[in-house]
């Protein structure tokens, strides 16, 4: 019984850590709103389009989104927020090579159009938005976020300061102008790492690109225009992943929301286990001590002494239970930490929580078999042997 009771805590502690870590995930700030955002993907360069025509096209079924009604504003990106892609690599920043040298210096990047920004809801800190004439043309430019500002620009401006990527294989070429808060870009709980934006325009091979459009009313509504106005462009060309943001950070969280599922129905059927487990077992020792209750009994015992009895029996697989179960429960903490977010195995109001359940659970299954043996009669039960 006491196994029961050690296993019951243990799944008890586990579903109580992946509620709190799914409820912290619910509250994190994401740094852009996904309300009222719709996007979908194309991906041209599977219709034998290179650079310079993805860009025209581009232009062109922006200004056709734009023009949608029910549209406030559109952009494009290169890599799809809250997709659990994303691209990094090395950069240089001028005038801190030699740092580089012996500091790897790595952030995440994207190809966003203008009016990314503004359209995701990322609020813009310093600086400026890309525009339309940081074309390809024109010299290089990047956004970056608050992180890579604040870590490798503390105390001082960025804008105006130049990189480039890779590690010192030629001079920094692509100038600063803007510094927006951080967003979360690949999933809910990735950290606020330092990220590049640079312009869509700017690309120098063609690549899958994501559209994204808010609107006034449900985005769903607009679904259909969209794939006309794809159409219009481009008849041959498919559209993916035509889903409203909103639904897509809520995907995000499938796996956390399917494990809560699985660790509470374990933890709920455990405790179902352990409770009739429990109930049998005093059950069966009130029937086995009914002539010892009795006797107690007709030696003046009162029905509360009876049933503290019993409480003493429930108190003893707690005990012996807490005893096993909770460093197991611990150790199952330690090992699944790594998948948490907000949550360290040794939160103390989880396990409290955990054991007071467990608690709550053996009190309820003991009250029958208490509540029998406080009312049993006397002079019956030493008839009966």
């Given at each position: 019984m006491?196994?029961?009771?050690?296993?019951t805590?243990?799944?008890l502690v586990?579903?109580?850590?992946f509620?709190?870590s799914?409820?912290?995930?619910?509250?994190?700030?994401?740094?852009f709103r996904p309300?009222h955002l719709?996007?979908?993907s194309?991906a041209?360069?599977l219709?034998g389009?290179d650079?310079?025509?993805?860009?025209a096209?581009?232009?062109?079924?922006?200004?056709?989104l734009?023009?949608?009604?029910g549209?406030?504003?559109?952009?494009?990106a290169?890599?799809a927020?809250?997709s659990?892609?994303?691209?990094?690599?090395d950069?240089?920043?001028?005038?801190?090579e030699?740092?580089?040298d012996?500091?790897?210096?790595?952030a995440?990047?994207?190809?966003?159009?203008?009016?990314y920004?503004g359209t995701?809801?990322?609020s813009l800190?310093?600086?400026?938005?890309f525009?339309?004439t940081?074309?390809a043309s024109?010299?290089k430019?990047?956004?970056v976020?608050?992180t890579?500002?604040?870590?490798?620009f503390a105390?001082?401006?960025?804008?105006?300061?130049?990189?480039?990527?890779?590690?010192?294989?030629?001079k920094?070429?692509?100038?600063?102008v803007?510094v927006?808060?951080?967003a979360?870009s690949?999933?809910?709980?990735?950290?606020?790492?330092?990220f590049?934006?640079?312009?869509?325009l700017?690309?120098?091979?063609p690549?899958?690109?994501?559209?994204?459009l808010?609107?006034e009313?449900?985005?769903r509504t607009?679904?259909?225009?969209?794939?006309?106005?794809?159409?219009?462009?481009?008849?041959?060309?498919?559209?993916?992943?035509l889903?409203?943001?909103q639904?897509r950070?809520e995907?995000?969280l499938?796996?956390q929301?399917v494990?809560?599922?699985l660790?509470?129905?374990?933890?709920?059927?455990?405790?179902?286990l352990?409770?009739?487990?429990?109930y049998g077992?005093?059950?069966y020792?009130?029937?086995a001590?009914r002539?010892?209750?009795?006797?107690?009994?007709?030696?003046?015992?009162?029905p509360r002494?009876?049933?503290?009895l019993?409480?003493n029996?429930?108190a003893?697989?707690?005990l012996?239970?807490?005893a096993v179960?909770?460093?197991?429960?611990?150790?199952?903490?330690?090992a699944?930490e790594s998948i948490l977010?907000?949550?360290k195995?040794?939160?103390?109001?989880i396990?409290?929580?955990g054991v007071?359940?467990m608690?709550?659970?053996?009190?309820?299954?003991?009250w029958?078999?208490?509540?029998?043996?406080?009312?049993t009669?006397?002079?019956?039960?030493?008839?009966?042997?």
């Amino acid at each position: 019984m006491t196994a029961q009771v050690a296993l019951t805590l243990v799944l008890l502690v586990a579903a109580g850590l992946f509620v709190r870590s799914l409820g912290n995930l619910g509250r994190v700030a994401l740094g852009f709103r996904p309300d009222h955002l719709i996007g979908f993907s194309v991906a041209p360069q599977l219709n034998g389009y290179d650079g310079p025509r993805m860009a025209a096209f581009d232009r062109q079924l922006l200004d056709r989104l734009k023009a949608l009604p029910g549209a406030r504003s559109v952009a494009a990106a290169h890599i799809a927020t809250m997709s659990g892609n994303t691209n990094g690599g090395d950069f240089v920043i001028e005038g801190q090579e030699a740092e580089s040298d012996r500091e790897e210096r790595n952030a995440h990047y994207n190809l966003v159009s203008p009016d990314y920004f503004g359209t995701l809801g990322i609020s813009l800190v310093a600086g400026r938005d890309f525009s339309w004439t940081d074309d390809a043309s024109a010299p290089k430019v990047a956004v970056v976020n608050e992180t890579l500002a604040r870590r490798y620009f503390a105390g001082k401006s960025p804008i105006g300061a130049r990189l480039s990527f890779g590690r010192n294989n030629h001079k920094p070429d692509i100038e600063i102008v803007g510094v927006v808060r951080n967003a979360k870009s690949a999933a809910v709980d990735e950290d606020d790492s330092p990220f590049i934006y640079t312009p869509l325009l700017q690309r120098s091979d063609p690549a899958d690109v994501t559209f994204y459009l808010r609107t006034e009313t449900d985005p769903r509504t607009l679904a259909a225009p969209i794939r006309e106005e794809v159409r219009a462009i481009d008849a041959q060309l498919p559209i993916f992943d035509l889903i409203p943001l909103q639904t897509r950070v809520e995907d995000s969280l499938v796996t956390q929301r399917v494990i809560v599922l699985l660790s509470g129905a374990f933890g709920i059927l455990a405790a179902i286990l352990a409770a009739l487990g429990i109930y049998g077992v005093l059950s069966y020792a009130v029937a086995a001590r009914r002539r010892e209750i009795g006797v107690r009994m007709a030696l003046g015992a009162d029905p509360r002494s009876v049933r503290r009895l019993i409480w003493n029996e429930v108190a003893k697989f707690l005990l012996v239970g807490g005893a096993v179960g909770l460093p197991c429960a611990y150790a199952l903490g330690r090992a699944v930490e790594s998948i948490l977010f907000g949550v360290k195995a040794t939160d103390v109001e989880i396990f409290a929580v955990g054991v007071l359940l467990m608690a709550a659970v053996a009190l309820a299954a003991a009250w029958p078999p208490a509540f029998r043996a406080a009312r049993t009669d006397a002079i019956d039960a030493l008839r009966s042997e």
